[in-house]
């Protein structure tokens, strides 16, 4: 009967393609994406303390640190594409003001779980953890308004 309609109307003579009805079937309710946020956020905040907790665990404690506070970051980087949506979060990520900060991220993501894994360097484990989170940290400030600037202010007024 809408089929009908659309042809009788002339809006649309043809079927909608899978793509849109997914997208049509997948669109969550506000609520929902705040839901969504809160849980994925608090799951990276879980993992994160868990990972800082296991640091302390002698042999692999470096080595799960490593792991769970990488996993925390990729949790808590997933919970924004609740709020935006999936395309619009890779939009806002490879705009050029935080393009360098994004590459330089996802690279100490990967980086860290490498040193990890295949690499078992505990040491260079750890230098990639400081790396992502200064990195997370620079991308997250991005998102806010002149908070780049002032931190450069900061950072120029201390180191003078």
């Known amino acids: 009967?809408?089929?009908?309609?659309?042809?009788?109307?002339?809006?649309?003579?043809?079927?909608?393609?899978?793509?849109?009805?997914?997208?049509?079937?997948?669109?969550?309710?506000?609520?929902?994406?705040?839901?969504?946020?809160?849980?994925?956020?608090?799951?990276?905040?879980?993992?994160?303390?868990?990972?800082?907790?296991?640091?302390?665990?002698?042999?692999k404690g470096l080595i799960l640190f490593a792991v769970f506070y990488t996993l925390?970051?990729?949790?808590?980087?997933?919970?924004?594409?609740?709020?935006?949506?999936?395309m619009k979060q890779l939009k806002r990520m490879f705009e050029p003001t935080r393009l360098i900060a994004t590459v330089v991220m996802l690279l100490c993501l990967i980086l860290t779980l490498c040193s990890a894994f295949w690499w078992h360097k505990a040491g260079l484990a750890l230098l990639f953890c400081i790396l992502q989170f200064f990195a997370m940290a620079w991308y997250s400030i991005s998102f806010i308004p002149y908070a780049r600037d002032a931190v450069k202010k900061c950072v120029s007024v201390c180191l003078s």
């Open 1 to 59: 009967m809408d089929k009908l309609k659309r042809v009788l109307s002339g809006r649309d003579a043809e079927e909608p393609s899978g793509l849109a009805e997914v997208i049509d079937g997948a669109s969550l309710s506000w609520g929902t994406r705040v839901k969504g946020f809160v849980a994925c956020f608090a799951i990276g905040c879980l993992c994160s303390v868990l990972g800082s907790c296991l640091l302390w665990i002698p042999k």
């Open 72 to 86: 925390g970051n990729i949790a808590s980087l997933g919970s924004t594409l609740f709020l935006m949506g999936p």
